[in-house]
């Protein structure tokens, strides 16, 4: 039993860590993006100009998700998390029916 938790805790604990590695790279743009377009004051604006800039609109997503392969040293855990986070935002901004995830 013991092997069997801290398998699923490292796993739990890979998931986590390729959520954070695509949040951070999205934080990363748009901290790029800020420094480009100072102009963009406005919360709207500077959203659209974002997405825009760094391809964080559905087409983008679905882009993301369709051409999606595993990176160097990334495990399959890993992978997968990454996956369905793009396959989740794509659906958010697609507005789809939360029946389908």
Known sequence: MDKLRKLQAEKEQREA?????VEKEEREA?????????????????KEVL????????DGYRQRFRT?????????SM????????????MKLAEAPQTCL
């Open 17 to 21: 860590e390729a959520k954070l590695r």
């Open 51 to 58: 997405q825009k800039r760094y391809n964080l609109t559905e």
């Open 68 to 76: 999606c392969s595993p990176k160097e040293g990334e495990n399959p």
């Open 79 to 90: 992978f997968i998390v990454r996956l369905k986070t793009y396959l989740e935002r794509w």
């Open 30 to 46: 748009k901290l790029q993006a800020e420094k480009e377009r100072p102009e963009a004051t406005y919360y709207d604006r500077a």
